[in-house]
């Protein structure tokens, strides 16, 4: 074992918080972002029959989306390391009746499992990682030889608004420096692929995708920055970046929507970057 595979990954703290709105909040978008994680998992090779892995599952959505792709022959195990995510998780499999599909309360980079995997998957995820490439190695050794390791991470670098719409610019902002502040900055563009050859994986295969939008098509996206807001909210307190008063949360949402709607700007929203490959 190297020197490396001894260090002790000492993560910030998830800066969004694990309460019932956050949770619910991670569903919405879930449903928005849908899209591009199922392409991504198609082509990195995501198939019927599969055992997956899904880590930092959250509230489920991306475990019950491979669960979709790989059909009642094959198994999903989530995991996550917050007991509210897991048994939100758990409840939503029932109701589903995904007997396929499992969760499990911690970390699966220091977790043992019975079998390896055909897939370990992940969804904003290594963001929030204090040692990404660290975490990546450690999670390919649940691979079977010729598995694949797929995640999707997030994005800000291209967020703007042209012409300006102030409150949206401003709110970005916020979203941005509170993600850097906490540890956890929302740019992964520039960081995947190093993190992937830093574990001595072979180069991933990438791609990228943008929102752009104006007029009626921005309504989602907006929602997603008042929600993401919200749930930052005590972190931007806490860490000096804006004050409720300043953001004052009830009112958000219809000054965000007057606010692009009277300036005809066509927004340019966050990212979402995939990167996949299959360890030597």
Wanted: proline share 6%; net charge negative; glycine share 10%.
């Amino acid at each position: 074992m190297s020197n490396a595979d001894n260090r002790k990954e000492v993560a910030p703290p998830y800066v969004l918080g694990h309460s019932d709105q956050e949770l619910d909040r991670l569903s919405s978008q879930a449903q928005m972002i849908a899209p591009f994680t199922r392409q991504l998992f198609r082509d990195a090779g995501i198939a019927p029959g599969m055992r997956v892995l899904d880590v930092g599952s959250g509230a489920g959505d991306v475990a019950f989306l491979v669960a979709q792709l790989i059909g009642t022959t094959g198994e999903v195990i989530g995991c996550d390391t917050a007991p509210a995510a897991i048994a939100t998780a758990s409840r939503a499999a029932e109701l589903r009746s995904l007997g396929h599909v499992h969760f499990r309360e911690g970390d699966p980079a220091e977790m043992a499992f019975e079998q390896p995997f055909d897939a370990v998957v992940g969804r904003y995820v290594l963001l929030y990682s204090a040692d990404r490439s660290l975490m990546l190695r450690r999670l390919a050794r649940h691979l079977r030889p010729g598995g694949v390791i797929i995640f999707h991470e997030p994005d800000f670098s291209c967020v703007r608004s042209v012409p300006p719409a102030p409150i949206y610019d401003r709110c970005c902002q916020w979203i941005i420096e509170a993600g850097n502040l906490a540890g956890t900055p929302w740019m992964m563009a520039d960081k995947l692929h190093a993190a992937f050859v830093g574990a001595d994986l072979p180069a991933p295969t990438m791609r990228m995708e943008t929102f752009i939008g104006g007029g009626r098509r921005v309504g989602e996206w907006l929602r997603w920055v008042v929600d993401a807001t919200a749930s930052l909210l005590p972190a931007m307190e806490r860490l000096g970046v804006a004050t409720v008063g300043e953001v004052d949360l009830p009112t958000l949402s219809d000054r965000l929507f007057r606010d692009v709607a009277a300036n005809g700007s066509t927004i340019i929203g966050r990212s979402e970057i995939g990167a996949w490959t299959r360890p030597e």
